[in-house]
């Protein structure tokens, strides 16, 4: 397939807007466009047709049974898709547009096969202008999974969405590099309380500040690894996923102890690369290393995490990636999530 790839200065110029209008007309011709949001770039297709969102899991790859996020571009628009309630419009008023995925009981123009035959559906209103231009423009609800290949980390910016998916999909709409950089935060609406499935932009504290702790559970899907017959509430949790070829590795101990035994490793293991905070080049001259930003910036990391785990593809004879265990706090909860994925949960204590 011939994809036309589209630079995008995301101005709000009508110049731009004419091309984002073409974008939309794709979409209601039931093609494929990536589009740029805050969280990540999205592989989009009409979330009213089936034919659709068959075609986004075959250009993904991606198993049919993970379900797809709907993009919406009004508040008022979810109750066509889906079971609304007074939790939903709380923390729709909250925290939308932005990177937040409700999960509630969906309504039957949502075809199964973009909930992956679920009776729920996963709805998000992203704050991005573009996104939202293209979803306003189309008219209808907007499906779009992450637009990487099924397996690898996510794409932060067009270089990363063209080494996947060019020639895969009809049109890309190549704008800036996404703002937060990890996907969205996911949580399924129950009753008076929320389940939070995979941390992101809106943190877990920021839930519990709307809605008061008791009323939020972290699914243990997010901190551990689940094995053999557990059945994830989302299918696609269960799935290795953000992960680069070499395997990651993640050290738990005191500053101290992880600095001295990734030294220790740079000296004994040939093929070692490390995930270091900048504060640590000068430790790191001349090894295989990766900087995701400043120590105390969490949102950076965030922001780099996905390019830096693709940039050890692209570096020789890389046999084992170390990293250290990010703290849990904040946006923090959603870093240690994608890389202790990345890890399979491996961790070494030093
Ligand atoms: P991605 O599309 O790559 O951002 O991933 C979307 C995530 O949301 C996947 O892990 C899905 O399994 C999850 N998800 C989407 N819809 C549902 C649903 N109806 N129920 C549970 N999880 C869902
Ligand atoms: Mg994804």
């Known amino acids: ?57 075959a250009a993904k790859g991606r198993p049919s049974d993970n379900p797809l996020i709907i993009h919406i571009a009004d508040i008022g628009d979810a109750e066509h898709y ?38 729920t559906v996963a709805v998000r209103l992203p704050s991005n202008p573009t996104a939202n231009t293209l979803i306003r423009l189309a008219g209808v609800p907007i499906a779009a999974p992450s637009a990487n290949l099924s397996g690898h980390p996510s794409p932060t910016t ?81 799935y290795r996923h953000y992960a680069p070829k070499a395997p990651v590795i993640l050290l738990n101990g005191t500053e101290e102890a992880i600095l001295a035994a990734m030294k220790e490793k740079q000296k004994t293991e040939p093929g070692a690369a490390f995930l270091i905070y900048d504060e640590d080049k000068p430790d790191f001259e001349g090894c295989t290393a990766v900087t995701i930003g400043p120590r105390n910036d969490p949102a950076m990391q965030a922001h780099r995490l996905f390019a830096c785990l693709r940039a050890f593809d692209d570096m020789e004879n890389v046999t084992v990636i170390y990293a250290r265990i990010p703290g849990r706090e904040g946006i923090g909860l959603a870093v240690y999530n994608r890389l202790a994925k990345a890890a399979g949960f491996t961790v070494q204590d030093v």
């Open 1 to 57: 397939m011939k994809t036309e790839i589209i630079p995008l200065h995301e101005d709000g110029s009508k110049e731009e807007e004419a091309i984002i209008a073409r974008g939309a007309e794709f979409i209601r011709e039931g093609k494929l466009v990536v589009f740029p949001t805050e969280t990540v770039y999205g592989l989009g297709g009409n979330a009213l047709d089936a034919e659709a969102a068959k075609k986004i899991y």
């Open 158 to 238: 067009k270089e990363h969405v063209i080494f996947d998916l060019d020639g895969r999909v009809d049109m890309i709409l190549a704008g800036n590099p996404a703002d937060i950089g990890l996907e969205s935060t996911v949580i399924k609406l129950e009753d008076d309380r929320v389940i939070l499935l995979r941390p992101g932009g809106v943190t877990y504290e920021d839930l519990c500040t709307l809605l008061g702790k008791d009323h939020v559970t972290v699914d243990r899907i997010v901190l551990e690894k689940v094995t053999g017959d557990f059945k994830p509430i989302s299918p696609g949790m269960k």
């Open 82 to 119: 889906c079971e609304t309630s007074d939790l939903f419009y709380r923390l729709a008023c909250a925290f939308w547009p932005g990177p937040l995925t409700m999960i509630m009981k969906k309504k039957p123009c949502i075809p199964d096969s973009v909930t992956g035959g679920m009776d």
